[in-house]
């Protein structure tokens, strides 16, 4: 874990794998804290950290409104697109207001799914377009970013990610 200037931190799950992996396919996801300088109430994420109350799902009607009446954090997909989510932000930023609750209070995080490879190979991205995508969450509001890595097995974009992408991060 590499503590951020602003009093956040970057935590990674993400380890060399093996010389020679497995044939089966293997993701690694690493979580990256973008967040302000004031840590929320709560972690809303699923594993052994957490601490809070969070919904998963995308439903605007049902799921947004119980986040905003009764979660510590809500996670989005990114794979919908920054438009989407921004309105999925302002649907729930109403709900909290229709509930006369605080929006901030809410941790926001999102999942996305990168390949990352700096050769440029069919259906991966540069480690600079990575940046860009977490940067555009990071502007919406989103201070947890996890990202499920294709292809983590392989050398280069293990390191495209832990050399290029996740110190970028850091920096935001």
Known sequence: MWKLP???STQTRAMRPPANPPARSRTVSPIVDIGATAAPPAVASLDALSGGRAFLGIGERKTLRLVARY??????FAFEGTAALAHKLDVLRQHCEDEGRDFGAIRLTATTRLSVHRDGRPGSI???QAIDEIHALAELGFDLVECILAGAH???????????VIPAIAKL
């Open 71 to 76: 979660a510590d954090g809500c996670n989005l």
């Open 6 to 8: 602003n009093g956040g």
């Open 154 to 164: 392989e050398e280069d974009a293990f390191d495209a990610i832990s050399a290029d």
């Open 126 to 128: 540069a480690p600079a």
